[in-house]
Every structure is written in C-alpha cells, then in structure tokens.
C-alpha cells in the first residue's frame, strides 16, 4: 500500500507550557511541523476533499489543543497531541515536532518529535490503563 504525506510546517500554538512559574503565567508560542500520513489513493482518483484530511481542521484542531491543555513538559504536549490527532483524523501514522524558543536560559530552541502510528496508539492506551490501575 502506497502512503501519501501532507506536511504542515511552522504553525504556530499558542499553550502554557513549562515547569518553571514563569511559564506558567503566559502562553507561550510554540512552532509545530506536522506529517500526516494516510492513504489518500481515492483522494487522488475523485478529487474530494471528503476523501482525504482537511489540513485545514487539522490546523484548527491542533491549535484548539494548545488553547485547551496545559503541560510542564515538550514530551507530553507532543504524545498527548499526537494521539488526539491519530483518534480524530483517519491518519496511519504522524510525525510531529514542537519547537519551543527558551531564550530565558539559552539563545536557542529545543524541539521534541513524536513518531505514532496505529499500533503505537493502541499500546500507549494500553500502557495508559495499566498505570491507572
């Protein structure tokens, strides 16, 4: 099976993130690149949106989420919204990266990049019930 990738890069979130007080007074702006990974064959052959993603809700779904989660740390703003996006979207796998600028303590950004497929969301939600047991 053939995979076709869409590729969104430098949308901008804004989301409180950080474990220092500071960061958790503002928002701050993070910088996503996302590849959505799907099978969009019947895309190629009708022409419809409806046969594929609408990057545009893809965009619109991303920044919903860092309106509406707060996280310490990069690593699980990456999982967490990984995995929404795999639950909403008819995705086979993504890659994401989150840039966060941290020019307080260095002049430099860090990045944290996520790889998820089917499989791996099926075993992070395993994982999840077995430590709220």
């Not at 901008?12 to 969009?40: C, F, M, N, W």
């Not at 779904?61 to 008819?90: C, D, I, K, N």
Request: charged residues 30%; negative net charge; hydrophobic residues 45%.
């Amino acid at each position: 099976m053939s995979l076709t990738t869409i590729l969104i890069k430098n949308l901008r979130v804004d989301t409180v993130i950080g474990v220092y007080d500071h960061e958790k007074l503002a928002p701050q702006s993070l910088k996503l690149d996302l590849e959505l990974r799907l099978d969009a064959r019947r895309a190629a052959h009708t022409d419809a949106l409806v046969d594929t993603v609408d990057y545009d809700q893809v965009c619109a779904a991303v920044r919903e989420y860092g309106r509406s989660h707060q996280h310490e740390l990069l690593e699980r703003f990456t999982h967490e919204l990984a995995g929404a996006l795999m639950r909403r979207f008819p995705l086979r796998s993504l890659g994401l990266t989150a840039w966060k600028s941290i020019a307080g303590l260095l002049p430099a950004e860090i990045a944290v990049r996520v790889e998820m497929d089917r499989l791996a969301l099926e075993q992070a939600q395993a994982d999840e019930d077995r430590y709220n047991d």
